[in-house]
């Protein structure tokens, strides 16, 4: 065979093994989704999100414990972890030279490669074993230590790309560099920031190792943060592994509100970057 | 020419100022800044610190020996972590052979073959596949993928070559196989967009010389593309390497949690994330949560060495910035 | 023009970037409600003066000085001074036009407004229309004050910058080469406006382009190579340059 006939055909062969890939790397995507729609969809209910779960066996109730106790979570996990990381972030944006600055940024980045189970085990030493119980706060803790670098990061790059010129403006009218960070930098980054924020949020919502030993999950609704919580991956997880059938289907169920949630969070977030003042006009 | 309106009455009197004023503002400003990069440090501080108190127990009792200790056995108090070793390097081992090549070629196709309507579309959805919760790709797991991997593809798989030890033996379903698989689909997508970054950040000439010399689109990717991005693409693979190893929930309802070495893939197994999951809660007796303590500060270890190993990598083609984590 | 603006004066101004002089030994007087221009080849320092007259110098890599700079006969680099404060008494206009993206065209002038303190409303809109009409920018934005500040023109967008500039009615108004970047239709727009404005304010405009110069200053300053080469009335150095570099500068020898 021609030479030349036969590297052209191998190129194409080439892209062709490709497209399969491409083929194959969505498929999972699709069934995943698919299935969570056949399995899950069935199951909800406006039962399914007001009422509590019912004895094993026994079909019906729901997973408002799981929802509510995901929100009283991540909440307060958000209210720990987004201000201490935009303020990381900002902080090595404004003053990159600092020692502080370099170590910080290198730790953060360690910080977000550690797997988020080690993360709970330390919330566990840190926190459970010193009150002797489990509670939710301290799985809020875990999930906010996993939140304060993804939003560190993405917040100390926004405010990079804020024009030095805007800063010599404001400081030219006279602003102090407190107001400038905030009326001006921030302003401007600021839907960057949301972004991140969000995206963290909804990455640290479907978290389920950092609260196995923290939070622990309930099978009852609770407000009390000192105490143990249920939570959406908990319960996906608990039903899962269980041996009953209808607790299997609970768990797709579960799980496809748990995506919902997730989804809706980073739909949010990529809108947010279409506001009407930033700096892409 | 523009006629100027004359001042107004209106005007505010340009008042007596001063020159002095307070920088009680921008201190404070800075201080809280301060303290809430200084929190991040610190927390790591305590993290090491925390791991390292709550294993000591064990940590005393094996020292490293601790590593090569094959048996775990919470009943008799023996603790090893070498099957759980062996089932971590393992199960991602495998994960990444089957992931890295999907996501390479899947990151080749889309900087270099793809019609630009498609690049922004494909690239999102499997930015999708990133967003979705390890326990639900457990969950779909359990109830999906292994009915399907026992029905067809290790029969297949025995059939065709059972005559390697990996593929022989029963078949209960729950098995490294499954677990390497479903994690191959998770680290995937990371693979495949650091993969990209690294690809696109190759300058155009490289190929126009390559192609200018008559090779043809894929032997320009070969010869030209590939070489040059080779380290970004190793610090990808690592750094989902990296994602593997600490894996924890779809690993845990997949891999069947025994603790023994098995040849074959079709047999159960256990790694470091999945025993902290599965026996922290109801660990008997202070020596075993130590030893899981133990385990959790030598996963950390582990993925400390590997992440950083894949950053320095990926600096080092043409990014400006590194990758990290999962920004906006 | 009722009240004495403050007369600015450099004494014996030298301004550095770590170990390289910038700006060598400079002593100049700007006198109330006049505009006074410096020029000289890029590079000669021109624009380090001026940023030092408002501390602006300082927040550059490296960036110091020796010498006195005094508004109204107070030295603005004393240990007391908050060059916040000062910033509030010496505006300054940069080159490239830049409004806050994030705000309003209304927002943009009121800004240097609202850190000094609060403002009645209705005196706040009297003020952001007078600085926007002393602009010359009021008519072609009057009808929309609340929509974004970045969807002006480059040479909307400068004279925006200068209405917040003047809004606050600081005593001096600094210009660094306020129409490099803008097309001749605006240069001659924010020309006249330059003009104008010395009833109320004192002007240091920088700017490399001479003809500007001759047409808007009283007086003028020629730098050279970190030094003051030569100042004077305008027409003067114009027409009977004494030194020769100046001359070699004025006739497009060099530069």
């Not at chain 1, 939003?151 to 990079?160: C, D, P, Q, S």
């Not at chain 1, 592994?241 to 969070?265: D, F, K, N, R, S």
């Not at chain 2, 490294?176 to 990209?196: D, E, G, N, Q, Y």
């Amino acid at each position: 065979m021609n030479r030349r006939v036969l590297r052209r055909w191998v190129s194409n062969a080439m892209v062709g093994l490709m497209i399969a890939a491409v083929v194959t790397a969505v498929l999972p995507l699709l069934f995943i989704l698919l299935d969570l729609l056949l399995k899950g969809a069935g199951s909800l209910s406006f039962d399914f999100f007001t009422r509590m779960p019912v004895p094993a066996g026994e079909t019906g109730g729901g997973v408002a414990h799981a929802i509510v106790g995901t929100l009283i979570i991540v909440g307060i996990a958000s209210l720990i972890g987004l201000p201490l990381g935009i303020g990381a972030g900002i902080f090595c944006a404004e003053y990159p030279g600092n020692r502080l600055a370099t170590t910080t940024r290198f730790v953060a980045d360690v910080m977000n490669g550690t797997p988020s189970i080690v993360v709970g085990v330390f919330a566990w030493a840190l926190i459970v074993t010193r009150t002797k119980q489990f509670s939710a706060l301290a799985g809020s803790c875990a999930l906010a230590m996993l939140m304060v670098p993804m939003v560190m990061r993405t917040t100390e790059e926004l405010v990079k790309l804020v024009p030095h010129s805007l800063r010599e403006a404001a400081l030219a009218l006279g602003y102090s560099r407190w107001r400038t960070s905030l009326a001006i930098v921030l302003r401007t980054a600021l839907p960057g920031i949301v972004t991140g924020s969000l995206l963290a949020v909804a990455r640290v919502a479907g978290e389920t190792a950092p609260l196995l030993f923290t939070a622990l999950g309930s099978q009852f609704m609770n407000f009390n943060v000192t105490e143990p919580m249920a939570a959406l991956p908990l319960t996906v997880f608990n039903y899962a592994i269980g041996p009953y059938e209808e607790w299997h289907q609970l768990a797709w169920a579960t799980a496809l509100v748990l995506i919902l949630v997730v989804l809706v969070l980073s739909i949010a977030a990529r809108l947010a970057t279409r506001r009407r003042f930033g700096i892409n006009g | 020419m523009t006629t100027v309106a004359a001042p107004e009455t209106a005007a505010p009197e340009r008042e007596p100022a001063s020159l002095e004023g307070s920088r009680v503002g921008d201190r404070l400003f800075k201080g809280l800044l301060t303290a809430a990069a200084l929190a991040v440090p610190v927390l790591m501080g305590f993290l090491v610190y925390e791991l390292y108190t709550g294993a000591k127990i064990a940590m005393v009792r094996y020292g490293l020996g601790f590593i090569w200790g094959s048996t775990w056995d919470p009943v008799a108090e023996q603790f090893g972590a070498l099957p759980l070793i062996v089932g971590t390097l393992l199960s991602s081992f495998l994960a990444l052979c089957i992931a890295v090549p999907l996501s390479l070629g899947v990151a080749i196709y889309l900087t270099e073959f793809a019609p630009r309507a498609v690049r922004q579309p494909v690239a999102f959805v499997i930015e999708l596949l990133a967003a979705i919760p390890s326990v639900v790709y457990g969950l779909w797991g359990i109830f999906v993928l292994i009915p399907v991997l026992k029905k067809f593809v290790f029969p297949f798989l025995r059939d065709t070559l059972g005559f390697l030890p990996f593929f022989q033996g029963p078949i209960y379903g729950p098995s490294m196989l499954a677990a390497s698989i479903i994690l191959a689909i998770m680290i995937m997508p990371f693979i495949m967009s650091v993969s990209r970054e690294v690809l696109l950040a190759v300058p155009g000439s490289q190929r126009e010389a390559a192609l200018a010399l008559g090779a043809t689109r894929w032997e320009a990717v070969t010869s030209a593309i590939l070489p040059y991005a080779r380290s970004g693409i190793i610090g990808a693979v690592i750094l989902g390497l990296g994602r593997a190893l600490g894996e924890t929930m779809a690993v845990t309802m997949l891999i069947g949690n025994r603790n023994e070495i098995s040849a074959s893939l079709f047999a159960p197994g256990y790694t470091m994330a999945a025993v902290i999951a599965n026996e922290f809660t109801e660990a008997v007796g202070d020596l075993h949560l130590a030893s899981l303590a133990y385990v959790a500060f030598l996963l950390f270890a582990v993925t400390v060495i590997v992440n950083g190993g894949a950053r320095l990598l990926i600096w080092r083609v043409g990014g400006q910035r590194a990758a990290g984590g999962r920004g906006a | 023009m009722a009240e004495p603006a403050a007369h600015l004066a450099t004494d014996k101004l030298t301004a550095m970037y770590g170990k390289f002089t910038a700006v060598k030994n400079v002593s100049l007087e700007f006198r109330v409600n006049t505009v006074n221009a410096l020029i000289g080849p890029s590079g000669c320092g021109k624009s380090t003066f001026l940023r030092a007259l408002n501390r602006m110098h300082e927040l550059s890599e490296g960036g110091w000085i020796t010498g006195q700079v005094l508004l109204g006969g107070e030295d603005i680099y004393a240990r007391k001074v908050s060059p916040m404060q000062l910033r509030r008494r010496i505006g300054m206009v940069f080159q490239k036009p830049t409004p806050f993206p994030t705000m309003s065209i209304y927002d943009n002038v009121a800004a240097g407004l609202r850190i000094n303190g609060s403002h009645p409303r209705g005196g706040l809109d009297a003020v952001v229309e007078q600085s926007l009409r002393r602009a010359a920018l009021w008519d072609e934005v009057k009808d929309r004050l609340k929509t974004s500040a970045i969807a002006l023109s480059g040479g909307q967008q400068q004279r925006l910058c200068i209405a917040r500039t003047i809004a606050p009615r600081p005593e001096v108004v600094l210009l660094d080469e306020p129409t490099a970047s803008l097309d001749p239709a605006s240069t001659q727009r924010i020309e006249e406006l330059v003009f104008e404005l010395k009833r109320d304010f004192t002007i240091v405009i920088v700017t490399h382009n001479m003809q500007q110069a001759a047409r808007v200053s009283d007086t003028t300053s020629f730098f050279y190579m970190g030094n003051m080469v030569e100042t004077g009335p305008t027409r003067q150095i114009f027409t009977a340059p004494k030194q020769e570099q100046t001359e070699a500068y004025i006739t497009g020898r060099f530069g």
